[in-house]
């Protein structure tokens, strides 16, 4: 299996060498140069599989140079620090099912990717006969950060740096990684939105200015946000382990068509959707869930990208993105893979941030996605009414895609399709807003906010959220995007 620049040239690499690389020379996105299809004889072996074993199996389809005894050990490893079932699925009305992505070490769904990602990284690294030291730079826009260092705390030689917007970011997200132990590790706030943190970082990794100086330094740039493929593709597990789920519990027959509704921000979760449909798994609508920042949804709906628009801070943080990096993959598919011209859009976003598709790639889109948004009083709505209605309790992110569903199925009172909601969050990260909207009271302490949710809900705490009350913070650095690199290099040298 090789793989290729979503902006065209002749770069053509192999799984192990795209991870380790994180982006493409010319700037793009790695993609498959195809698909890996599963059989219907494999889907029924999978069926009996366990977690681990389905992920090693389904990544062993694009990392074909990796040991698959060794990717399947490194599986079982990453997935046994969750709590019981990695991905759960739990049904709260007929025909509605949410699928839980937070019972990882950090409470979030990013955790499926990067507690595997530091051995898909270090694998590829010995694949590739690459002795340099890593760096991994991380933007975050709240969860993916701590995922991040989690994952790669004290890793022999690796060191990982993470930038978050000072303000962008909720208390429990920026005490989960400014409390963060490890040898390693450094974590640093930037006065700005989260696009500010993703493009600075994007420019370091594109500019060889950058890259001499690391190089000079002993080191070699990598990625863990989903830009890099090694973030990716576990997560295209969980989709195809939520619909086995079903058809094992006899909801479904193998075939069947489902729909999954995903709280967007970046666009690499939804992506990994599209990608398990691209690889035979029976999906038939994908439904993209926005918060106020909904450029996405106005880009599904009139097939024009266009970040030209106010930012907003909502309770929702890790969808507050107006530059979705991801969408570049999906771009790079309905064009035909015309790497030339998702360089000519990349370019417009990057200096004027607009550019248009034609219309017949937007239906080539609409006939797989759909886009939806809720506002911060809906949010706030829907997270109550599924905890009268059902006793669920869901965090701020998957209260934005569950208002996405009820406004499909009011639009389409007669579809039967099941409707997988994904739930990339525990309702803990976010104590404060979902106490609120389940209850209505308002405290401005974390801590009390996660005592009284507990009270009022009888959901279990996690130990790694509560014991942060206690744990000394270690960073405290703020700096401007334009001094990001300045802020690199101090610690590279340290």
């Not at 493009?199 to 830009?227: D, M, P």
């Not at 309905?334 to 000519?344: A, D, F, K, P, Q």
């Not at 949010?379 to 701020?396: A, K, L």
Request: glycine share 8%; net charge negative; hydrophobic share 40%.
């Amino acid at each position: 299996m090789y793989f290729i620049s979503t902006r065209g040239g002749k770069e053509r690499v192999k799984g192990a060498k795209a991870i380790v690389q994180g982006l493409a020379s010319n700037g793009g996105l790695f993609v498959p140069e195809s698909f890996p299809q599963v059989t219907k004889d494999e889907f029924d072996k999978m069926l009996s599989m366990s977690y681990a074993e389905r992920a090693a199996f389904i990544l062993h389809k694009y990392l074909e140079e990796y040991d698959y005894a060794e990717l399947l050990s490194a599986c079982e490893a990453a997935y046994s620090r969750f709590e019981g079932d990695p991905a759960p699925l739990v049904k709260i009305d007929d025909g509605v099912y949410i699928l839980e992505l937070f019972h990882g070490p950090t409470c979030a769904f990013k955790d499926m990717a990067l507690t595997l990602l530091p051995y898909l990284l270090k694998k590829g690294c010995e694949l590739c006969g690459i002795k340099d030291k890593i760096l991994i730079l991380v933007a975050t826009s709240g969860d993916t950060g701590k995922a991040a260092l989690e994952g790669f705390k004290d890793a022999d030689g690796i060191k990982i740096m993470v930038f978050y917007p000072n303000d962008g970011v909720s208390k429990m997200q920026k005490l989960q990684m400014c409390t963060q132990e490890g040898s390693n590790v450094n974590v640093v706030a930037v006065k700005g939105n989260f696009d500010d943190c993703q493009t600075g970082v994007k420019n370091i990794f594109n500019s060889a200015e950058c890259a001499k100086a690391l190089k000079e330094r002993g080191y070699l740039l990598s990625s863990a946000n989903s830009i890099n493929f090694g973030r990716l593709a576990p997560q295209i597990v969980y989709y195809f382990s939520s619909y086995l789920d079903m058809v094992s519990a006899g909801q479904i027959e193998a075939g069947t068509e489902i729909d999954f509704c995903v709280p967007t921000g970046n666009f690499g979760n939804i992506l990994a959707a599209y990608y398990a449909k691209l690889m035979g798994l029976p999906v038939r609508m994908l439904h993209c869930a926005s918060n106020m920042n909904n450029v996405l949804t106005d880009f599904l709906a009139k097939g024009e990208y266009d970040a030209r628009r106010d930012f907003y801070k909502t309770t929702s943080p890790s969808m507050d993105i107006l530059i979705s990096s991801n969408l570049e993959r999906l771009l790079f598919e309905i064009s035909g893979r015309n790497g030339g011209l998702v360089s000519e859009r990349m370019a417009a976003l990057k200096k004027d941030k607009v550019y248009k598709i034609t219309p017949e790639e937007q239906a080539a889109i609409n006939k797989t996605f759909d886009g939806g948004w809720a506002n911060e009083d809906e949010v706030v709505e829907t997270v109550y009414d599924v905890f009268c209605d059902t006793g669920y309790t869901m965090d701020t992110h998957t209260g934005c895609a569950m208002k996405v569903a009820v406004d499909w199925f009011e639009k389409n009172k007669k579809d039967t399709t099941n409707m997988v909601v994904v739930s990339t969050a525990n309702p803990y990260k976010f104590p404060q807003d979902v106490l609120y909207a389940v209850t209505g009271n308002d405290v401005r302490d974390s801590f009390k906010g996660i005592k009284r949710l507990h009270a009022a809900t009888a959901m279990k705490v996690p130990k790694s959220l509560q014991g942060l009350k206690d744990k000394p913070v270690i960073f405290t650095g703020v700096t401007t995007p334009d001094k990001m690199f300045g802020e690199v290099l101090v610690f590279v040298e340290k």
